[in-house]
């Protein structure tokens, strides 16, 4: 099976390829009744909008490269976390009639398990639209274990947890964009009395696009907390916050997820970590910010979707929700889950960092520091791999033709 990529046959054009090389290292494949595979990254969540959908522009073009043969076609979303929206189911029929393909052809890479889920209960979404089939392919995770190796960073970590606890802060928190549960807790940990044991930033640069209904959302996360300030508070605080933005290099939020500042995580103890989302179930996913901490030999408090945890556990990591009470991730509504989260994080601020010495769990730090050397690479590509072959096996109903030749 050959890929494809179509970029050039679409417009506008979009320089954004991510699971594209890792797609042409997996094979060789099984017959799957598809002889091409076109790979094409897509913003799904600009999916039902005119002005940022991809039309095919050289369909002449294309059907010479496919020179009549079976095809399939695979819409990379695997950097983001789009939720089902009618919107996108609609757009989701467009692009199967403007290829000429059957649905159950048409596959979507994304990280966010709760896609699948709604796009089949939605009673809205056209019959057609639902026999569309999921690919798994997590692009942070697979970015962070590309990285690992390349910059020496297990090394960096294995070195940093045996050096113990001395003269580390106790909580490392990095933001490099504004969202309400971000602008919540870096007021929690601005205002804190052990304020000292805290490294956090928030890029200063994004504050102008964080409008006041934004500050608002934060203030959704104070529920039931005694901590909560007032509105002009809030805002003022976290404006005129005195942060640690000096030690980070920032330059775009998309640069900052690639990186990862070693000298940060060997200079702290733990990760309060600031996920993309803090939804009520609408998104399931993690990215890069909970993988990092874990990469570097910390244990995290996460403030992101619910139930993240278990997906953390499930590539074998070690979350420490013995040590830590991981509880919190099980609260669907987010205000909740804040205000149970930011009580394990005052914990770690307030209480003793000496069980991080312990024999014990330092050989679990190097554990989860160990999945980044080349095991769980290889699980993840082998993962992504089955589900493509899963998603293409022929069946009765997409057994048809194929067409665009």
């Known amino acids: 099976m ?11 054009r979009q320089a954004a390829l991510n699971l594209l090389p890792t797609l042409k290292s997996l094979g060789p494949w099984p017959d799957l009744g598809v002889d091409v595979l076109l790979y094409q990254h897509f913003e799904l969540h600009r999916l ?37 929206t009618p919107h996108i189911g609609a757009g989701l029929d467009r692009i199967a009639r403007e290829f000429e393909i059957p649905h159950e052809r048409l596959l979507i890479a994304t990280t966010n398990e709760a896609f699948q ?12 639209v639902k026999t569309v089939r999921f690919v798994h392919h997590h692009h942070w995770l697979t970015e962070m274990l590309r990285i690992a190796p390349a910059e020496g960073l297990p090394d960096i970590a294995h070195r940093v947890i045996e050096r113990g606890i001395g003269g580390r802060r106790r909580v490392l928190c990095l933001n490099s964009s504004a969202r309400a549960h971000r602008y919540a807790l870096v007021y929690l940990l601005a205002h804190h009395p052990r304020r000292e044991e805290v490294f956090v930033t928030l890029q200063k640069g994004n504050y102008a696009k964080f409008a006041r209904d934004k500050v608002a959302g934060a203030m959704g996360m104070f529920d039931n907390n005694r901590d909560v300030p007032d509105f002009e508070t809030l805002e003022a605080a976290v404006h005129g916050a005195d942060l640690d933005e000096s030690e980070v290099a920032f330059q775009s939020a998309g640069q900052f997820a690639k990186s990862v500042e070693a000298h940060l995580y060997e200079r702290t103890l733990t990760s309060a970590v ?28 996460v403030f992101g979707n619910p139930r993240t ?7 074998g990591l070690d979350v420490f929700d013995d040590w830590l009470d991981g509880s919190y991730d ?19 601020l307030e209480g003793s960092p000496d069980w991080l010495e312990r024999r014990d769990v330092r050989d679990r730090l ?19 791999r089955r589900s493509i072959v899963a998603a293409l096996t022929p069946s009765d109903a997409a057994d048809r033709p194929l067409l665009l030749s």
């Open 2 to 12: 050959d890929v494809v990529d179509i970029d050039r046959f679409l417009a506008p």
């Open 48 to 84: 039902g909008f005119d002005r940022a959908y991809r039309r095919l522009a050289d369909a002449d073009g294309l059907r010479r490269v496919i020179g009549g043969r079976r095809f399939a076609l695979l819409l990379d979303n695997a950097n983001e976390g789009a939720a089902y």
């Open 117 to 128: 889920r709604r796009l089949k209960a939605c009673e809205r979404v056209p019959a057609a």
């Open 274 to 301: 600031t996920e993309t989302e803090m939804s009520a179930g609408r998104q399931r996913r993690f990215t890069e910010k909970s993988i990092k901490p874990l990469m570097m030999g910390q244990p995290i408090v």
């Open 309 to 315: 945890l278990p997906l953390l556990k499930e590539l």
């Open 330 to 348: 099980a609260i669907v509504d987010p205000g909740d889950r804040f205000v149970a989260a930011w009580t394990v994080l005052k914990s770690v």
């Open 366 to 384: 190097h554990a989860n520091v160990t999945r980044f050397e080349g095991s769980l690479l290889a699980e993840e590509r082998e993962r992504t």
